[in-house]
């Protein structure tokens, strides 16, 4: 860490697209709440703005959550299909980035418990909130181990590190460390307290990093 | 500063959550503790492998099923 703590470069806490009031994918376009309120009465022009504002990072963020193409496909669907039907319960006191994401994680979750009976899903495990997750693995990794690796083969490592993980603990690292959403925003979509999120977050870190110590050690 | 208290600050600090104390505290205990060091950076470069938005690009064969559906939807809505 020496000199300099310099965490993940993100102000903590703080929705990454807010501020800036620019759509993630692309730079152009009207304000998001403009869109909201016109697809809310009834423009589907507006909701598919929407739709193509927000397809790719629901997409990776499927893909993140459930691994394969196949379901991540799944997911994106009926995250813009649900979202078009429940437009008018969304009240706009939360972002729609937000909000979308939370059905997403939904569709995400209901696909990994129908998965788990006929796949080896891993198991919600037994750990209490704070229940402790020691670094066993101390072996530095090579330098910059996303230019060793082709991006096919870095994406099959970082799923499958990621299935290794109970899916409480997978979606609360997707959407706090991978997607910025706020610890508020985080505990808000799953329904967890402020600490669970924390400590969630504090063991799928520990244990990713240990996963992938596996394949990047310098050994 | 035991290496499990570190452990344990270090996602903390991850989160923003630590004091300056805390913070200089941990820096120590880092630039003297070889193991702790290693988790550290190991596991801010985890964060940054995943976050690397490069990955996952949606085909769009998936993007074209994708607007189809809706359109669907929009049409069904019309009939209404
Ligand atoms: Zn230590």
Same mark, same amino acid.
């Given at each position: ?219 | ?6 452990? #344990?600050?270090?996602?903390? $600090?991850? %989160? *923003?959550? =630590? ?5 200089? +505290?941990? /820096? ?16 801010? #470069?985890?964060?940054?492998? $995943?976050? %690397? *938005?490069? =990955? ?5 064969? +998936?993007? /074209? ?16």
């Amino acid at each position: 860490m020496a000199p300099d703590l310099n965490p993940l470069q993100k102000e903590p806490d703080e929705p990454p697209d807010v501020a800036s009031g620019l759509p993630p994918d692309d730079g152009a376009g009207k304000p998001e709440s403009e869109l909201v309120a016109q697809a809310k009465a009834g423009s589907s022009e507006a909701f598919e703005e929407l739709v193509n504002r927000y397809e790719r990072r629901i997409f990776r963020l499927a893909m993140r959550l459930t691994g394969n193409t196949e379901d991540a496909e799944d997911v994106l669907q009926e995250t813009f299909l649900k979202a078009f039907e429940h437009l008018p319960d969304f009240r706009q006191d939360s972002r729609f980035y937000t909000w979308l994401v939370r059905i997403a994680v939904n569709e995400g979750l209901m696909k990994l418990r129908k998965r788990r009976s006929d796949r080896s899903e891993p198991l919600e495990d037994a750990v209490d909130d704070d229940g402790q997750v020691i670094p066993r693995d101390f072996r530095d990794w090579k330098p910059n181990p996303e230019q060793l690796t082709s991006q096919e083969e870095m994406e099959r490592i970082l799923l499958g590190a990621a299935a290794q993980l109970p899916p409480s603990l997978r979606t609360v690292f997707m959407l706090r460390d991978v997607e910025e959403l706020s610890t508020e925003e985080t505990a808000q979509a799953l329904n967890l307290t402020l600490g669970a999120v924390k400590a969630r977050l504090f063991r799928a870190r520990f244990q990713l990093r240990e996963e992938l110590s596996k394949t990047f050690n310098r050994e | 500063m035991t290496c499990k208290e570190a452990f #344990k600050q270090i996602s903390a $600090y991850l %989160d *923003g959550d =630590l004091t300056e104390e805390l913070k200089n +505290i941990l /820096n120590e205990h880092i630039c003297k503790c070889a193991h702790c060091k290693v988790v550290y950076d190991t596991t801010v #470069k985890t964060v940054e492998l $995943y976050c %690397d *938005g490069k =990955l996952f690009p949606m085909p769009q064969t +998936i993007s /074209n099923r994708l607007h189809t559906a809706l359109r669907r939807k929009f049409q069904d809505r019309r009939a209404v």
